[in-house]
């Protein structure tokens, strides 16, 4: 069995970015595998613009970004194994992949980065009731049709969550020539950046009905209409105001779900919430020598947040990889989410391993809120307190904390308060 | 000319076309749809059941401890799945330990060895997980799993490489006795002479029956949804668990799929349309309630997908087998619910033994050949036959679905053997692919490429199940009008 240092289980702009990261702090044996023919993940189909604001100071397309990391892996010498489904992890980090050409690989890796990315929920994970007919595909899916393959998986369509994927493909497809007759969201506010909402649903006046889900789906060969209704406060539907909607297609943005069944395999922690492992600042999940970045983390909006969560994984992975010798299970704060708050990363802090001085850490608000408080309390109370103005789930949160702060406290709660003290 | 014509690609029909495929006979088998097992065949419990719910000296008790006996032999032959998981009929209050006691004896009048009642003790160190209110139940050894689809597939492809003819899209629209005494079967394409037809029809069987001149009888279909969940939660149950049945149904179960999935369902609701396979958020709710009662840590955030199944219920409540006392030729195969899969294989027996009565000579086929080969499931293979299978065909290295971890060469092998896959649903039921935890949002592509190449089709063709149910709508930028704006709201 082969032994390499770094083995990066995806090459989507997760793997990608924490490769060359990677490379780039001494990391002399990298090794990125992944399922497709080309790397770029997701990325591949993401031809419109908005990506790379953060990382490159430009507006980048989806393709032009994945360009950037692919180019720079290429010229640092990194491996990329293409066409390779990786189909076991083990908690010892031995690795089995498989594809065409070598047929089983069997490696162990001294280092693993998990970068597998997420998958869409899909109508079963709804239980959305009707005939099973074709015409109903994920936007993501949809994506891949139009983007990759060049065909059109609908002329009429009817979109059911305002998930980014979702809005993307609202105006993709009018653009295509289809008919988007409109993008039903079960929740009172919609799940995407405001951006999209506004570039791809109202600049070409696609109706957005908030509180409206889709009760049956008519046609037995192929979609032939939807039926919508709005929801009550408890988001079960009102039947009398349901209405019928023609059309030859439903597309599905209703949620990612990171992709973490190697992960599981490998006997990760998964934290139920994030649906991703439970990690330190670093990104080590609870088995060491593992790590996690991107998607398969948590659900991000921006993909330039991915590259900077890689790029600390990385250093992770490279930061382990020259440990002289084994450490002993070492302490850690917990860091959990309170009111106010689904989840936050990192779960835990490694009160041995690198601290900078200051620390960040991304979360979701549970519900949108004009003006919100942040705190952060330990067992001895308040330990710091931000304001934050027009706050969505849909867009992270991210907040510094400083070294001492953690080093000072066994345990921490973030938690969100709508609302603001006086004066801000 | 034709020996016998058999209306119906379902398990029966296929059942049937199998069985008499050992003799030299020219047979037919007509299916409307474009692949076997496409009705209640694909959409049911999947369960052999034991033999104990039929009343004794019904059809239904007899075939099912008969057909039930038959599994091991022929899903060996056929290389298909089976395991006798053995079935549990659980009483959640002392009212319903009578109830098992009767079941008990009627088991035990059909025939039904082993069977016995265990005690609340037994029931938890064999379901850890069920109701904590449980007091006892009934344990059938002898009942089993397998994947109805996969069954019938084997059963067409066996039936098959023996010489059955197998016609698809071809519903019939006209069936009749001709004055020669021989019967006239017309599908929209070809018309077939035989002085044997058999009617298999399922849900149809009475309009068959009807338009043959034969005897009257009325199928209902009586729907039952399900909902499935992710293997990830298979340690959940072990064995197949019923309720306490009801006057009407068997009840909602919470029962092991071959395939490492559980499913609960199905409820039984009597519907008008013999096509509605919707799933209704009522029905949804009921089965859950329904589950619950059994098993009620249900991991409802694991469920990947809902289907419904629609029964044919005759209105004698039985199987309706028996040769026509007024079309000569004619053998009805109606009515066949549950349990009509655990019963096929002995349905086949006694239709092979009336087509005899009925006059048709059975010569034993010297090359008859039993044995089916599956499709090299590459996920259950350990690492060495891997190797190997790569090795012989690179294709195996492919993987296409992800979820279930199907590969190039098993897509391929499943269209290009006989009776091979012609549409999405085709490949997933003979593979997996696209049945697991994303429901094929990442193969689906894939498998479209597959089958345009495969057969040579523009991927604007590939279908979900048949003519109509074509996957794409057209390629980029057919859809923009000719002065190039998009369609404005």
């Known amino acids: 069995m082969r032994v390499r240092e770094l083995v990066i289980i995806g090459g989507g702009p997760a793997g ?62 990194i491996e990329i194994m293409l066409d390779t489904m990786v189909i076991e992890l083990t908690d010892d980090r031995r690795i089995l992949a498989v594809n065409s050409r070598d047929g089983l690989v069997e490696l162990k890796a001294r280092a693993v980065i998990l970068a597998m990315g997420c998958r869409e929920r899909t109508r079963g994970a709804i239980n959305i009731p009707g005939f099973r007919p074709s015409g109903i595909f994920t936007a993501g899916t949809a994506q891949y049709f139009i983007n990759i393959e060049g065909y059109m998986p609908g002329k009429e369509v009817v ?31 919609s799940n995407g950046l405001t951006r999209n909402i506004v570039q791809c649903l109202q600049d070409f006046n696609i109706p957005l009905l908030l509180n409206h889900t889709v009760v049956n789906i008519h046609g037995k060969k192929r979609v032939e209409g939807v039926t919508i209704a709005e929801v009550d406060l408890n988001r079960k539907p009102r039947m009398e105001t349901a209405r019928y909607v023609s059309c030859d297609t439903l597309l599905l943005s209703v949620g990612l779900i990171p992709e973490n069944e190697l992960s599981r395999m490998a006997k990760v922690q998964i934290d139920e919430v994030t649906g991703g492992p439970v990690v330190d600042q670093s990104m080590q999940t609870t088995i060491e020598g593992i790590f996690a970045c991107g998607n398969v983390l948590h659900v991000h909006d921006v993909v330039d947040l991915v590259t900077i969560e890689a790029r600390v994984a990385a250093r992770g992975a490279a930061d382990f990889l020259k440990q002289k010798k084994k450490r002993i299970r070492p302490a850690t704060v917990p860091v959990i989410p309170g009111e106010g708050l689904r989840y936050v990363l990192p779960q835990r802090i490694d009160l041995d391993g690198a601290l900078e001085e200051t620390q960040n850490f991304f979360m979701r608000s549970v519900k949108p809120m004009d003006r919100g408080r942040l705190l952060i309390q330990s067992d001895r109370g308040v330990v710091m307190s931000k304001n934050l103005k027009f706050i969505r789930p849909s867009e992270m949160i991210s907040i510094k904390v400083k070294r001492e702060i953690l080093q000072q406290n066994n345990c921490l709660k973030i938690s969100l308060c709508e609302g603001s003290e006086n004066g801000d | 000319m034709t020996d016998v014509v058999i209306i119906g690609g379902g398990v029966v029909g296929c059942m049937i076309a199998r069985e008499l495929s050992r003799f030299d006979l ?54 298909v799945p089976f395991k006798r998981i053995g079935s549990l009929v659980v009483a959640v209050k002392e009212d319903d330990v009578k109830e098992l006691e009767k079941l008990l004896e009627q088991g035990k009048a059909n025939g039904v060895s082993p069977l016995k009642i265990i005690s609340k003790e037994e029931l938890f160190e064999l379901e850890p997980n069920i109701n904590s209110k449980a007091c006892a139940a009934l344990y059938a050894p002898t009942a089993g799993i397998i994947n109805p689809f996969e069954l019938t597939v084997a059963l067409a492809e066996n039936a098959a490489q023996n010489g059955v003819t197998i016609r698809f899209n071809s519903p019939v629209v006209d069936v009749k006795a001709c004055d020669d005494g021989m019967m006239m079967v017309k599908t929209p394409h070809e018309t077939f002479h035989s002085p044997f037809v058999i009617n298999a029809a ?94 009620p840590g249900l991991p409802l955030e694991n469920v990947i997908t809902s289907f419904a199944g629609l029964r044919a219920v005759s209105n004698t409540n039985d199987f309706i087998i028996e040769a026509s006392r007024k079309v000569k030729g004619f053998i009805n195969v109606g009515g066949i619910q549950s349990p009509g899969l655990s019963s096929a294989p002995a349905i086949a ?108 089709i523009s991927p604007l063709k590939v279908t979900k199940c048949g003519q109509g149910s074509e996957i794409l709508k057209g390629r980029t930028k057919d859809f923009i009008d000719s002065d190039g704006d998009f369609n404005e709201s």
């Open chain 2, 26 to 79: 020219s047979v037919v088998l007509l299916e409307k749809e474009e692949d076997v097992a496409s009705g209640t065949s694909k959409a049911n419990s999947a369960v052999i059941h034991a033999g104990y719910d039929a009343k004794p000296g019904t059809l239904k008790a007899q075939l099912n401890i008969r057909g039930n006996a038959l599994f091991d032999k022929i899903c060996d032959e056929l290389d």
């Open chain 2, 202 to 295: 399922g849900l149809f069987a009475d309009e068959i029956s009807q338009m043959a001149g034969a005897e009257a009888y009325t199928i209902t279909p009586r729907k039952g949804e399900y909902l499935i969940f992710d293997k990830r939660c298979s340690d959940m149950i072990n064995m197949v668990i019923f309720p306490t049945p009801t006057k009407f149904s068997k009840g909602i179960l919470v029962c092991p799929t071959i395939d490492g999935n559980f499913f609960i369902g199905p409820n039984s609701n009597d519907i008008e349309d013999k096509h509605d396979t919707g799933v209704t958020s009522e029905g949804i709710d009921e089965i859950i309630r329904g589950a619950r009662r059994l098993v």
């Open chain 1, 16 to 77: 990608l970015s924490a490769a060359v990261e990677a490379k780039k702090l001494g990391v002399e044996d990298v090794l990125i595998i992944d399922r497709e023919s080309e790397p770029g993940g997701i990325l591949k189909q993401c031809i419109h613009t908005g990506f790379g604001l953060h990382v490159f100071k430009e507006e980048l397309t989806g393709p032009e970004y994945a360009e950037r990391f692919i180019a720079e892996a290429q010229e640092r010498g």
């Open chain 2, 349 to 456: 027996e006694m239709v092979i033994e009336i087509l005899q009565e009925e006059g048709l000579t059975l010569k034993e086929k010297n090359n008859f050949n039993s044995r089916r080969n599956r499709i090299y499931p590459f996920r259950e293979l350990n690492d060495e036959e891997r190797k190997k299978l790569i090795r012989h065909n690179p294709a195996y290295g492919h993987v296409i679905c992800r979820c279930e971890t199907v590969t190039e060469g098993e897509i391929v092998d499943a269209i290009r053997r006989p009776v091979g896959a012609r549409s999405l649903d085709g490949i997933k039921r003979r593979t997996r692919a696209g049945l697991g935890r994303c429901q094929g949002g990442f193969c689906s592509p894939r498998v479209i490429k597959i089958l345009s190449r495969e057969l040579g």
């Open chain 1, 159 to 189: 979109i059911l969550g305002s998930g980014d994927v979702g809005l993307i493909m609202a105006r993709h497809l009018t653009l295509e020539g289809a008919k988007v007759k409109c993008v039903a969201e079960i929740m009172p506010y």
